[in-house]
C-alpha cells in the first residue's frame, strides 16, 4: 500500500472509531442539558485532544511550542518586571548622575572602577540587562501599538515578521549599545 | 464568567477593561516621545557629555514638567502592567492583595524619590 492511501485508511478507521464513540456516548445515562451539549461539542469527529489541567511548571511547560510571537510577548512581560524590580536601582543612576559634579563623577568611576559595595563590572552586567529590557519592552510595545491600528498586522504571518523584527532590532541595539558600555569603542 | 457580586465579590478581581488598555498605551505613547526627546538632546551634544550638558538638560523648567508628566505615566503604566502579571499568576486573593500593596508602595516611593531629585536641580 502506498503511504498516502495507508494514510487514507488510517483516517477512515479513526473516523469509524470516533462514531462509535459517540453513539456510545449518546446512550450513557441522562445528564443535565448543559452537559449534553458541552458532550456533544466534545465528541467531534476527530481524535480527542489531550486535555490539560493543572500545569506543571516543570513538566509541562518546557514541552510548549512557542512561536517567536509568543516568545516576544513572554518577553515582553519580562522585561516589564525586570524593570520595575530594578527601578529604585535606575532612579539611584538618575540621582547620582544629575546632582552635582562631584556625584557625576563618583557615578561615572562606578562604572569603571568599584562603588563601595559592588564592583564595575557588576555595574555595567546590570545596566546591561536594563539596557535590553527597555529596548526590548520599548520594540514590543510599539509592535503592539501597529497591531492596534493595523488591521493586516494581526495575522499569523504578520506576526511572526514583527516579532523576528523585534528581536533582531533589540538584541541587536543591546549588543551595540553594550559594546559601547563595556568600552569597545 | 464566575459569580462576582455581593458576597462572592472578590475584593481585588476585575472591574477594569478599556480605560487601563488605552491608559497602557496613551501612557506608552508619551513615555515613547519622551525618549526620544531626551535621546535628541543627548546626541546632539557638542563634545562629550559632560555633567554640565547632562544636568542642564533636566535643569530647563519645561523639561522638568515634561519628566513630571512622564513620572505619573510611568507610575500608572507599571501598575497596570504588575497588576495584570500578579491577576495572572497569583491565585490567593490575600496574597494578590497584599502583593499589589506593596507595589504600589514601591511605585509611589520610586515617584516620590524620581521628583525630589528633579526639583532639587
Known amino acids: 500500500m502506498t503511504a498516502s492511501a495507508a494514510s487514507v485508511v488510517q483516517v477512515r478507521i479513526e473516523f469509524l472509531q470516533n462514531r462509535e464513540r459517540v453513539q456510545a456516548n449518546q446512550q450513557t445515562t441522562e445528564s443535565s442539558p448543559k452537559e449534553k451539549t458541552m458532550k456533544e461539542l466534545d465528541t467531534s469527529i476527530r481524535a480527542k485532544r489531550p486535555e490539560f489541567r493543572n500545569i506543571n511548571a516543570f513538566s509541562d511547560l518546557p514541552n510548549y511550542r512557542l512561536p517567536l510571537a509568543a516568545l516576544v510577548s513572554i518577553l515582553h512581560r519580562i522585561s516589564g518586571a525586570l524593570m520595575f524590580l530594578l527601578l529604585p536601582f535606575i532612579i539611584w543612576m538618575f540621582d547620582v548622575s544629575v546632582s552635582s559634579e562631584i556625584s557625576y563623577a563618583r557615578f561615572t568611576s562606578a562604572f569603571s572602577q568599584d562603588t563601595g559595595m559592588l564592583p564595575g563590572w557588576l555595574l555595567k552586567l546590570v545596566a546591561l540587562a536594563l539596557i535590553w529590557a527597555y529596548l526590548h519592552h520599548l520594540i514590543a510595545g510599539l509592535r503592539h501599538l501597529r497591531m492596534d491600528m493595523n488591521h493586516a498586522a494581526v495575522s499569523k504571518e504578520s506576526g511572526k515578521r514583527s516579532a523576528a523584527i523585534t528581536l533582531v532590532l533589540s538584541i541587536g541595539l543591546t549588543l551595540i549599545l553594550g559594546a559601547k558600555l563595556f568600552g569597545a569603542y | ?121
Open chain 2, 1 to 121: 464568567m464566575a459569580v462576582n457580586f455581593g458576597t462572592r465579590r472578590i475584593v481585588v478581581g476585575a472591574h477594569y477593561g478599556l480605560r487601563d488598555w488605552l491608559g497602557q498605551r496613551v501612557t506608552a505613547a508619551l513615555m515613547a516621545v519622551f525618549t526620544a526627546i531626551v535621546l535628541a538632546q543627548v546626541l546632539t551634544v557638542q563634545g562629550e557629555l559632560g555633567y554640565a550638558q547632562w544636568a542642564g538638560i533636566f535643569a530647563a523648567q519645561w523639561m522638568k514638567l515634561l519628566t513630571f508628566v512622564v513620572v505619573i505615566a510611568l507610575t500608572y503604566h507599571v501598575w497596570v502592567g504588575m497588576r495584570d502579571i500578579w491577576m495572572d499568576y497569583v491565585k490567593s486573593v490575600a496574597a494578590r492583595l497584599l502583593l499589589q500593596v506593596l507595589s504600589i508602595v514601591w511605585l509611589l516611593g520610586c515617584a516620590g524619590w524620581t521628583l525630589q531629585v528633579l526639583w532639587r536641580l
